[in-house]
């Protein structure tokens, strides 16, 4: 134990204090996730965003939110109930209106949210270590995720925002969690049952979220017979009821709202049971495999970021990530042959529900989306999929590896740890590389031009739009006069052909004959 303490101190008194600073680390990663998603602050709406934009023009607040909170049923998606998620959307249609930058920082503000709130979660957690020192493990897990290329497009495509939400609200009520089982007060109980609660009324994990939090609950306080645990027990309990309460409410009035709607769904298929288990392991190896190797993952920018066959395995980049990945692997492996059961004690129960949460999030995209779509087509235009596994991993990974290698004080174990964190802050910078190339190409390709075209748009109706004839057209060398052919079943005003501009400004976007002509040039 002398040798350990005398490590930790020396590693410590290497740097200056405010390195080991909570406050100056959340800065750094902060900071980190502008530089990368810096380009992103420049996308313009696409894919479905255009189908919502559309759709929602001319609606006042109230419509955008309290008259929207089941979209996804009044366009014929009855399965789907998220009333949180369209209600924020409907916030920022009415606050943002066309102003996209505006629409891409609140996305990346709420990453770099979950990001903070993924590094407070690890740091309390090794703060209750018996002898707790500084550590650089919460930061180097917490810029990994924040830099994480496979899962990109979650932060920078602004229609999948209240994903963001959920995963807020999950590490939030995950912090919670950790505050009550350690101290058990009435209002940490509160801050869990309020961020799972809503997060059940934000994406469908959260229900499950919440009945595995439960469950958790009465596992943990029925095991303990101390007098501590016997004082706070009525807390506890009463936050496990009140989580399980959550889906019920949920499913209550998601049954309630879709009797309301007369929706028909259409019957779901028969469940392949081959291939459901086929799709499981794929969709977790492959979003795996991506987050630990960004170099050999190719995005592809454009209307969505979707992912194209791999580099070149014998690339410059590639190769260093993967000797990165068998230093990890090797490292993490070590950890895990040498670790004690006893030293888990405390951290198998949050791992395996985390562990819960990833297979049950796989096996609700598989059944939703690939089972009907294809697996391979669905890794690959939904690419943003690999945020949220990544985001139940990671925690997974943290109990069960890095807890106990904190935990570690033979010298060799100390380095091997060094190794690990420092292959892990390789990852994180090449993803962060990878993160600035992708949005730099869709800005050059796609968002600089649409954006440029827009904002003359807006200017123009700001001049001109009072008029009565008001009119414009794009002048035909304009990338933003580009046709999206497969917009035409989903518009408000049906036209022989659609452009960004026809869909974002349909009362004054023409073919031809318009009053004024917009010039890209």
């Not at 292959?423 to 190339?437: H, N, Q, W």
Request: glycine share 6%; with cysteine.
């Amino acid at each position: 134990m002398h040798l350990d303490r005398s490590l930790r101190v020396d590693d410590v008194a290497r740097y200056p204090r405010f390195v080991w600073s909570a406050p100056a680390q959340m800065v750094v990663l902060a900071l980190a996730t502008v530089a990368a998603y810096y380009h992103a602050f420049f996308d313009v709406a696409r894919a479905d965003q255009l189908i919502y934009l559309n759709q929602t023009i001319g609606k006042d607040l109230w419509a955008l939110t309290v008259g929207a909170y089941d979209l996804n049923r009044s366009v014929g998606d009855f399965l789907l109930f998220r009333p949180v998620l369209y209600v924020l959307l409907g916030i920022e249609r009415w606050a943002f209106g066309y102003h996209f930058v505006l629409w891409q920082a609140t996305g990346i503000g709420l990453h770099i949210g979950v990001v903070l709130s993924l590094f407070a979660y690890f740091r309390r957690r090794l703060g209750r270590l018996p002898s707790a020192q500084p550590s650089a493990t919460p930061f180097v897990l917490a810029l990994y995720f924040a830099l994480l290329f496979a899962g990109t497009e979650m932060v920078a495509w602004h229609h999948i925002v209240g994903y963001l939400v959920f995963c807020l609200l999950l590490v939030q009520g995950a912090l919670a969690y950790q505050r009550l089982v350690t101290t058990p007060a009435a209002g940490h109980g509160v801050a869990l049952v309020a961020s799972i609660g809503l997060a059940c009324f934000t994406y469908e994990l959260g229900n499950v979220a919440a009945l595995v939090f439960a469950a958790m609950l009465f596992f943990l306080y029925g095991r303990r017979r101390t007098p501590e645990a016997a004082a706070g027990r009525g807390v506890v309990l009463a936050s496990a009821l009140m989580l399980i309460a959550a889906p019920c409410g949920y499913a209550l009035w998601s049954w309630l709202d879709y009797r309301h709607m007369s929706g028909a769904a259409e019957p779901a298929p028969p469940l392949d049971a081959a291939r459901f288990v086929v799709g499981v392991v794929i969709s977790a190896g492959y979003w795996l495999a991506a987050s630990l190797w960004p170099a050999a993952t190719h995005l592809v920018p454009g209307a969505r970021i979707q992912a194209a066959r791999p580099f070149p395995l014998l690339s410059g980049l590639s190769v260093l990530n993967f000797a990165f990945c068998l230093t990890a692997a090797w490292a993490t492996g070590l950890f895990a042959l040498r670790r004690r059961i006893r030293e888990l004690a405390a951290d198998i129960l949050p791992a395996a529900g985390f562990l819960l949460l990833a297979a049950s999030y796989t096996a609700i995209i598989v059944i939703g989306r690939s089972l009907q779509r294809g697996i391979i087509p669905t890794l690959s235009i939904n690419s943003y999929y690999a945020y949220i596994f990544a985001l139940l991993w990671l925690p997974a990974f943290f109990h069960i590896v890095l807890v106990p290698a904190e935990a570690a004080h033979a010298p060799r174990e100390l380095r091997r740890r060094r190794l690990l964190l420092v292959s892990l802050t390789a990852i994180a910078v090449i993803g962060g590389i990878r993160i600035f190339a992708v949005h730099a190409a869709m800005h050059r390709q796609y968002s600089g031009p649409i954006g440029a075209v827009v904002d003359h748009v807006q200017a123009l109706r700001e001049q001109h739009g009072g008029a009565p004839d008001f009119s414009f057209e794009i002048a035909a060398d304009c990338p933003a006069a580009v046709d999206i052919p497969w917009f035409a079943p989903y518009a408000r005003e049906k036209r022989a052909r659609y452009t960004i501009p026809d869909v974002l400004f349909p009362d004054a976007a023409r073919s031809e004959g318009a009053k004024y002509t917009v010039d890209c040039r």
